[in-house]
C-alpha cells in the first residue's frame, strides 16, 4: 500500500488545515491509519489513529478538541482535521497504516506500522 499526504502548509495560529492521507489500493479499508509529526530535532511522535472499523479513535493529549481523525472508505482516505493551530504543531505530518483484524485496538507505537507515506509539512507561525 502506498500512501500520500497533502494539504500541509503555512498558517498564522488558530487557523484550520485539514491533512488527507490517500492509499493506492481498496485494501487500505483493512488497515488501522495513523497521523504521526515530527519536528526538526525531535523524535516523530503519535498525533492520531483510526481503527480498521473507524469505530476507534485516540489522539496524544496535546491535540484532543483540536484535531479530529477521520476516513472516507470509498476514496480510501483519512483525513486528520486540525483547528485552533499553534506553532508548537509546526512539523512533518506523516500517516501510517497497518492491517488489522476487525476487532484490533491500534497503536500509538510508529514501530508497529508497516507503511508510510512521505509526508506534508505544517508550519504554524505565531
Known amino acids: 500500500v502506498q500512501l500520500v499526504e497533502s494539504g500541509g502548509g503555512l498558517v498564522q495560529a488558530g487557523a484550520s488545515l485539514k491533512l488527507s492521507c490517500a492509499a493506492s489500493r481498496r485494501s487500505i479499508s483493512e488497515h488501522a491509519v495513523g497521523w504521526f509529526r515530527q519536528a526538526p530535532g525531535q523524535e516523530r511522535e503519535f498525533v492520531a489513529v483510526i481503527s480498521r472499523s473507524g469505530g476507534n479513535t485516540y489522539y496524544t493529549d496535546s491535540v484532543k478538541d483540536r484535531f479530529t481523525i477521520s476516513r472516507d472508505y470509498t476514496k480510501r482516505t483519512v483525513y486528520l482535521q486540525m483547528n485552533s493551530l499553534q506553532p508548537e504543531d509546526t512539523a512533518v505530518y506523516y500517516c501510517?497504516?497497518?492491517?488489522?483484524?476487525?476487532?484490533?485496538?491500534?497503536?500509538?507505537?510508529?514501530?508497529?506500522?508497516?507503511?508510510w507515506g512521505q509526508g506534508t509539512q505544517v508550519t504554524v507561525s505565531s
Open positions: 501510517a497504516s497497518r492491517r488489522t483484524i476487525l476487532t484490533a485496538s491500534p497503536s500509538v507505537q510508529a514501530e508497529w506500522y508497516e507503511f
